[in-house]
């Protein structure tokens, strides 16, 4: 094992320059044998974790010692811990919000203590970076993929929190990455399934999208996450594969150095429509300096073969390599001098996990945004009987064909209302007749929706149309984009929460219950509707 504080004099062969810009994700609770071999014997330098590698926190500490034991340039370990809806960790570290409901708030320091919670819980596992603060601009009401996992429609605020997001990852001993660079905040489609097109001018590009990333980039943010999207006003590229936004615009007009990330390289917009060689050849010509592929260790494996090939044949030259190379030592000589401090205490990890609930919980209560309560009904009375209406839940990136029975009101609803019933319809529109007579025999009747996309936004905005018309009263509730009032203006009664983790939905309750007042105000604008900055 080479100590990360003599790194500047190591000496890597070729081959190991080349695993050095690629990140590796995998399956299973363990390090399965072939990863380890293929990250030891191609010194791989980047190890991505998601919930599939995830089973407890003894579990986690234990997979990230041993991933930190291997590899003659020890691996950094990321993993995607937003805060609210994008966490691997689910409830066994931090959640906190997420970034519109922090926003929310308007309480930048809420973000930094938000990034100091999340980066300290997640370094006491062995994490290393984490991607994120989200750059986004969300300024399009219909995208599928970002709404509030952005801060806000509006650019200053942002890039406000993103920088206070940022300092406290730093402070709680992880890296940050921005991401989606340029901006992912004004596309209609997902690039997890297709290539997302944004029609812009220059100007509007420049304001709404590489703002944040710009200013980010010169307070020298740790890394930068380019994306899969295509400006074709702009570039004839998309920006993973664009030296004009990665080389000329980041690079060059900004002065960044530090590390450029891929998205996953194995999303269908790259997945479906670029061979392995077109990939590399891409992502290297553009200025990537790592190349992340986090699902098929057989396209891992050829991806690192074509570009070993291509430096060997001198195709792409060596210094190129030695350029990313430099980026990444340099990221990680910053945050991890000696791998001692990287082999975490098994014994007392569990202490240090959501030690610091009372403050996720208090941001939390300032973020919750009631936006109508035209019937008076809120504060409701807890004793009396109440019914809990949702719909069948999709999974991000999946069909609707694959919805589940869950609830994410139920469980939190139970602990503060005392008489309550929960009902999961089907994702259609439809309303069955047994309900329509069984809502008069309840006080209150509260429905909550949370739209992963457009159709289902609409699915469900026409049936709440349709119980609107039987209970005039009825207590709505968004617990994703807060834009889903479109689909229902009329309604008397709704709240937003920014997302269904359990601090939001134990803040909810008690706004709902009268136990604590709502202060959170919206951080974006719905046309028509509401104006950025309402709350009552």
């Not at 986004?136 to 801060?151: H, Q, T």
């Not at 203006?489 to 709502?518: C, D, H, W």
Request: charged share 25%; glycine share 6%; net charge positive.
């Amino acid at each position: 094992m080479i100590s990360l504080k003599k790194t500047n004099n190591i000496k890597l062969s070729l081959k190991e320059k080349i695993g050095q810009l690629f990140m590796i994700g995998f399956y299973g609770k363990e390090l399965p044998e072939r990863v380890e071999n293929f990250i030891i014997n191609n010194n791989i330098g980047f190890i991505i974790l998601f919930s599939r590698n995830i089973e407890s926190a003894l579990q986690v500490v234990e997979l990230t010692n041993r991933i930190h034991s291997i590899g003659k340039v020890t691996p950094f370990l990321y993993t995607d811990q937003e805060g609210g809806t994008v966490v691997q960790f689910k409830e066994i570290a931090a959640t906190v919000i997420s970034h519109m409901g922090i926003a929310a708030t308007y309480n930048k320091k809420n973000a930094r203590i938000a990034g100091r919670i999340i980066g300290e819980e997640m370094d006491a596992l062995g994490i290393d970076g984490v991607f994120a603060p989200v750059l986004d601009v969300n300024y399009e009401e219909n995208n599928p993929i970002i709404g509030i996992r952005s801060f806000s429609d509006k650019p200053d605020i942002v890039i406000n929190f993103a920088k206070e997001f940022f300092f406290g990852l730093n402070e709680g001993g992880v890296t940050a990455c921005g991401k989606h660079y340029p901006g992912h905040g004004g596309t209609t489609k997902d690039s997890h399934l297709e290539i997302p097109k944004t029609y812009i001018s220059s100007e509007y590009f420049l304001h709404y999208c590489f703002k944040p990333f710009a200013e980010l980039a010169k307070i020298k943010i740790d890394s930068i996450m380019s994306s899969h999207v295509l400006f074709p006003n702009i570039s004839g590229k998309i920006a993973t594969f664009s030296p004009y936004f990665i080389n000329e615009l980041l690079r060059k007009k900004t002065g960044y150095n530090g590390v450029v990330f891929s998205d996953c390289v194995e999303m269908k917009a790259i997945k479906d429509n670029f061979s392995p060689e077109e990939i590399v050849k891409n992502s290297i010509n553009a200025g990537i300096d790592v190349m992340v592929a986090s699902h098929d260790f057989d396209l891992q494996k050829e991806l690192l073969e074509v570009l070993l090939f291509y430096v060997k044949k001198g195709f792409i030259k060596e210094k190129r390599i030695d350029a990313s190379i430099s980026r990444i030592l340099n990221l990680k000589k910053r945050y991890f001098n000696d791998i001692e401090k990287k082999i975490r205490d098994k014994e007392n990890i569990s202490i240090k996990l959501r030690s610091n609930i009372k403050l996720e919980r208090k941001i939390a209560d300032n973020s919750i945004t009631l936006l109508r309560n035209k019937m008076r009904i809120i504060p409701i009375d807890k004793n009396k009987k109440a019914l809990i209406l949702e719909w069948e839940k999709v999974k991000a990136t999946s069909a609707i064909q694959e919805a589940e029975n869950v609830s994410m009101l139920g469980p939190i609803g139970k602990k503060y209302l005392k008489n309550v019933d929960i009902k999961i319809l089907k994702l259609n529109e439809k309303i069955p007749k047994s309900l329509g007579f069984k809502l008069e025999e309840y006080s209150y009747v509260i429905a909550g929706v949370y739209s992963r996309n457009l159709e289902i936004e609409k699915i469900q905005g026409n049936a709440i149309k349709k119980i609107i018309k039987l209970r005039k009263d009825l207590i709505v509730v968004a617990l994703g984009n807060p834009y889903d009032i479109r689909n229902f203006p009329s309604v008397n009664t709704y709240i937003a929460t920014y997302g269904f983790r359990m601090v939001q939905l134990e803040s909810l309750f008690k706004i709902i219950i009268g136990k604590i007042k709502p202060h959170g105000k919206l951080p974006v604008r719905i046309r028509d509707i509401f104006p950025r900055g309402y709350g009552l």
